[in-house]
């Protein structure tokens, strides 16, 4: 009898990019090879970024560029899910102030909308998605804009991005410099909004996908707002402390190493119980055991899923974790949860 892998247990999957498949220019460790075998078996997968930088055809450019086989219209950015906002809000014609790339512009004009950059032009609305040239001037403009009663969009609120260099201001934190500046609270699109996931999920025809990404407070959470399963890598910004930490709305199915999890059984990467590892919870904290009768060490996730398991029902929030052994302390030095 065949075991089935996680991936046969849904009609699909919704992956990230930033921190899951790639690193700035970089491609993740063995990413290029799980998303070759999953289209050579047919399998439905939707790439879904919150980035709004660049179009589907430049995201599947860049892709391709690093191995990926990627076409434009399985690629769902959340500047698409932005300007379908923005067409069902606004008349045809009426003038959008656009914070970010000239592909994010683009996007404005494809949907029978004036891109503009000036708040002189009297936008109706505001729309707002990551870009490296983003400036003073430029939130200047939406400042004005959004004070005078311009609807606001952004794209998402991430507040960093993954690069190879580490982690660098996303477009959350310019959002987070207009809040300041003008009291209000854009409508947000991207991941945690459930809105982008469920195009990325009607574009690839699947009813029950699962969704695959680094980031708790937009994937998972995300995952979790639209009533999906999610898996999550530790290829980006989530490490175990913030995992054990996580609050319930941010808590995975499964989580793994990498991309490859997809690839074996589903029981690798759920979050439960682990028989290699005995957890204790005593006043808060996690004591971390392992249990006789295995040869090999183990895998540092197998050892992040027990505490998880053990932590998850007890409560959220940073928790401290210690080694009740050799074993369990080489395995948290190999989580950062010891040294």
């Known amino acids: 009898m065949t075991t089935l892998r996680l991936i046969d247990a849904y009609d699909g999957v919704l992956l990230d990019l930033d921190g899951t498949m790639l690193r700035g220019g970089s491609p993740v460790p063995g990413a290029v090879d799980v998303v070759r075998e999953l289209h050579s078996e047919g399998s439905a997968v939707g790439y879904v970024t919150n980035n709004a930088s660049k179009s589907a055809a430049e995201v599947a450019a860049h892709l391709s560029g690093m191995g990926f086989d990627v076409t434009a219209e399985r690629v769902v950015t959340s500047a698409e899910a932005a300007t379908a906002v923005l067409a069902e809000r606004l008349d045809p014609g009426v003038a959008v102030l656009v914070v970010g790339t000239e592909s994010l512009a683009s996007e404005v004009r494809a949907a029978g909308l004036v891109a503009v ?5 009297g936008p109706a609305a505001v729309v707002q998605g990551h870009s490296p040239h983003t400036a003073w001037p430029n939130l200047a403009e939406a400042c004005l804009a959004i004070r005078d009663g311009a609807l606001w969009v952004a794209c998402n609120v991430d507040p960093t991005l993954p690069t190879e260099r580490g982690e660098l201001p996303g477009n959350g934190a310019m959002v987070a410099a207009l809040r300041t500046a003008t009291g209000k609270e854009p409508e947000v699109v991207g991941k945690p909004a459930r809105r982008l996931l469920d195009q990325a999920a009607s574009r690839i025809g699947s009813a029950r996908p699962l969704v695959v990404g680094d980031r708790l407070d937009t ?15 530790l290829t980006g910004v989530t490490d175990a402390a913030a995992l054990l930490a996580a609050p319930r709305g941010m808590r995975p199915t499964f989580v793994a190493a990498n991309l ?15 028989p290699r590892w005995h957890v204790r919870v005593d006043s808060g904290r996690l004591k971390l055991i392992s249990v006789g009768g295995y040869d090999r060490l183990g895998d540092p996730v197998e050892a992040l899923i027990a505490l ?17 052994d050799d074993r369990a302390r080489r395995m948290l030095v190999g989580l950062g949860l010891a040294r």
Do not use: F, H, M, N
């Open 117 to 121: 950059r000036q708040a002189a032009a």
């Open 219 to 233: 994937d998972i959470a995300g995952a979790r707002a639209a009533g999906l399963d999610s898996l999550l890598v």
């Open 260 to 274: 490859a999890a997809l690839c074996v059984p589903a029981g690798a990467s759920r979050v439960t119980s682990r």
């Open 308 to 324: 998880c398991a053990a932590r998850w029902p007890a409560g959220q929030g940073p928790v401290e974790v210690e080694p009740a």
